[in-house]
């Protein structure tokens, strides 16, 4: 069920009314007094930013000095809220100069009531693409002085581009150079045990690009993602041999892309908004290509020391690197000196984590650098208490590599002028939450 909103409400931090706007009859106007009794006046406002008083929901944000409260009377989707309050103050920072604060609203009074009658309609959200508003909404706000100055762009036809099915991309764009970048940047999640064991593991993944083509083009792209590999096999009727197939979970997708032929064709293919943008995001549980394995040894020699061994193998092939290695070993708080052999990198102990800090700033492939520390403790005369043995948290960044296995098998771009394309695929996996128990 949409958002259908009876009333939003702009509130600063003392809790008066900046603006507001009545889209129903169903609420009476003075239902921010309620919000600012039950709510504000009892300081209950970090405990949850959905609150129902009587027979109205209240969904609230605070966005800089600036309470954003939306008053429904009916069930209502409470993500396509705060989804409609955040995309409504990227549109209002784009007509401010990137400024949205108390000042900004108290100076814009009529254009914010003109943007609130757009982008809501009897309370349910409409378009709030600031590209498009810009065409027929032509008032400028009263920007900021340190804002950046706009930019002069061609205004094209703005019926066109309201009405039509490519609302995310204007006419008339040309360049010199046409090039598509694309980004496939994965997160690994990884929790393993101290023998090596893997106890939970998943990986979530999505893709950048950054398009500078000329004219309406469309482009079609294919991965080695199990059920579109089915699919195409199907359509040439005979088996594909693109190697290993990846199995994808909770795909979304951006606007651009073609769903119903998605559907029909599981092929991802999309006229590309101008710019930077994020194609789609997905997660993969199963089949992860675990780029480092640890392997620690902790033994404590008696109440005051303590011999910390770890060995860390790189996984990937032996002609990539990873990036930034970090290697945080947690110690109890009343260490008071250690001693370090390490391989690879440097390392030392960073008191105001109670850790011992290894890092490794190129770190080759199918290598198994080892870190050898004594650890002395304060002695204390009071009864010692067993140390809950934190987990081992790793940082990195791998260049052209994917814990997933996903590829990017092709990268078509048709435009009715025929012109020369250059497209620039990168693979890059980070550190999501990478722990080792010790």
């Given at each position: 069920?949409?958002?259908?909103?009876?009333?939003?409400?702009?509130?600063?931090?003392?809790?008066?009314?900046?603006?507001?706007?009545?889209?129903?009859?169903?609420?009476?106007?003075?239902?921010?007094?309620a919000?600012?009794?039950?709510?504000?006046?009892?300081?209950e406002?970090?405990?949850?930013?959905?609150?129902?008083?009587?027979?109205?929901?209240?969904?609230?944000?605070r966005?800089?000095?600036?309470?954003?409260?939306?008053?429904?009377?009916?069930?209502?989707?409470?993500?396509?809220?705060?989804k409609?309050?955040?995309?409504?103050?990227?549109?209002?920072?784009?007509?401010?100069?990137?400024?949205?604060?108390?000042?900004?609203?108290?100076n814009n009074?009529?254009?914010?009531?003109?943007?609130?009658?757009?982008?809501?309609?009897?309370?349910?959200?409409?378009?709030?693409?600031?590209?498009?508003?810009?065409?027929?909404i032509?008032?400028?706000?009263?920007r900021s002085?340190?804002?950046s100055?706009?930019s002069?762009?061609?205004?094209?036809?703005?019926?066109?581009?309201?009405?039509?099915?490519?609302?995310?991309r204007?006419?008339?764009?040309v360049?010199?150079?046409?090039?598509?970048f694309?980004?496939i940047?994965?997160?690994v999640n990884?929790?393993?045990?101290?023998?090596?064991?893997?106890?939970?593991?998943?990986?979530?993944?999505?893709?950048?690009?950054?398009?500078?083509?000329?004219g309406?083009?469309?482009?079609?792209?294919?991965?080695?993602?199990?059920i579109?590999?089915?699919?195409?096999?199907?359509?040439?009727?005979?088996?594909?041999?693109?190697?290993k197939?990846i199995e994808?979970?909770?795909?979304?997708?951006h606007?651009?892309v073609?769903?119903t032929?998605f559907n029909?064709?599981?092929?991802v293919?999309?006229?590309?908004?101008?710019?930077?943008?994020?194609?789609?995001?997905?997660?993969?549980t199963?089949?992860?290509?675990?780029?480092?394995?640890?392997?620690?040894?902790?033994?404590?020699?008696?109440?005051?020391?303590?011999?910390?061994?770890?060995?860390?193998?790189?996984?990937?092939g032996?002609?990539?690197?990873?990036?930034?290695?970090?290697?945080?070993?947690?110690?109890?708080?009343?260490?008071?000196?250690?001693?370090?052999q390490?391989?690879?990198?440097?390392?030392?102990y960073n008191?105001?984590?109670?850790?011992?800090?290894?890092?490794?700033r190129?770190?080759?492939?199918?290598?198994?650098?080892t870190?050898?520390?004594?650890?002395?403790l304060?002695?204390?005369?009071?009864?010692?208490?067993?140390?809950?043995?934190?987990?081992?948290?790793?940082?990195?960044?791998v260049?052209?590599?994917?814990?997933?296995?996903?590829?990017?098998?092709?990268?078509?771009?048709?435009?009715?002028n025929?012109?020369?394309?250059?497209?620039w695929?990168?693979?890059?996996?980070k550190?999501?939450?990478?722990?080792?128990?010790c």
């Open positions: 069920m949409p958002v259908s909103a009876s009333a939003i409400y702009f509130l600063n931090l003392r809790g008066d009314v900046l603006i507001n706007r009545l889209y129903r009859d169903d609420v009476g106007g003075n239902m921010v007094d919000f600012r009794m039950h709510i504000m006046q009892t300081k406002l970090g405990t949850c930013p959905v609150r129902q008083i009587g027979g109205c929901s209240f969904f609230y944000m966005i800089s000095n600036v309470y954003i409260v939306i008053v429904v009377s009916s069930n209502a989707n409470v993500a396509c809220a705060f409609f309050v955040v995309e409504a103050v990227a549109l209002f920072k784009s007509y401010f100069g990137g400024a949205f604060d108390e000042d900004a609203i108290r009074f009529v254009l914010i009531y003109e943007l609130l009658d757009e982008i809501m309609d009897f309370g349910y959200p409409q378009n709030l693409s600031p590209e498009i508003l810009k065409l027929y032509t008032q400028e706000g009263v002085p340190f804002s100055k706009p002069d762009k061609p205004v094209p036809n703005a019926t066109l581009q309201v009405t039509g099915a490519v609302g995310w204007r006419e008339g764009l360049y010199k150079k046409n090039e598509v694309l980004d940047v994965e997160s990884l929790l393993m045990s101290s023998k090596g064991s893997v106890l939970r593991c998943d990986v979530t993944g999505k893709i950048l690009m950054k398009c500078f083509l000329s309406m083009p469309d482009l079609k792209l294919g991965l080695n993602d199990k579109g590999l089915e699919k195409e096999s199907q359509l040439k009727s005979r088996p594909t041999k693109s190697g197939t994808l979970d909770d795909v979304t997708f606007q651009c073609n769903l032929r029909s064709e599981k092929t293919s999309f006229v590309p908004p101008d710019g930077e943008f994020e194609l789609m995001k997905y997660r993969i199963e089949g992860v290509n675990l780029p480092f394995r640890v392997l620690p040894t902790i033994k404590e020699l008696g109440r005051t020391r303590m011999e910390v061994n770890v060995k860390v193998k790189s996984v990937f032996a002609k990539m690197f990873a990036l930034g290695v970090v290697i945080k070993i947690p110690v109890p708080k009343q260490t008071a000196k250690t001693s370090f390490v391989t690879s990198g440097r390392a030392k008191a105001s984590i109670d850790c011992l800090v290894w890092k490794i190129k770190f080759p492939g199918q290598t198994e650098p870190m050898s520390a004594e650890v002395e304060i002695s204390t005369m009071a009864e010692k208490k067993s140390w809950t043995r934190p987990p081992i948290q790793m940082e990195f960044q260049p052209m590599f994917t814990a997933s296995g996903l590829r990017v098998r092709f990268l078509k771009v048709w435009e009715k025929g012109y020369n394309t250059v497209e695929v990168r693979y890059i996996t550190a999501g939450s990478y722990e080792v128990r």
